[in-house]
């Protein structure tokens, strides 16, 4: 998810798609503990999605 698509959410939806991304990258955890996955670097992207989305929490809080 890009940036510029994130600042456009509103503070509510940027707590939801936080959280159902972090659902998301919990559960790709459990599988990885258990078998291989087909796309490990998902679980980068994952984190890099839930790091921009904090980020333009805290902007939006500062305003």
Do not use: C
Request: charged share 45%; proline share 3%.
């Amino acid at each position: 998810m890009k940036t510029k698509e994130l600042r456009e959410l509103s503070p509510e939806d940027l707590r939801k798609k936080e959280q159902d991304v972090r659902e998301d990258l919990f559960k790709l955890k459990f599988q990885h503990g258990i078998r291989r996955l087909e796309n490990p670097a998902r679980l980068t992207l994952l984190r890099r999605d839930i790091a921009r989305i904090k980020t333009v929490m805290t902007e939006q809080a500062n305003q």
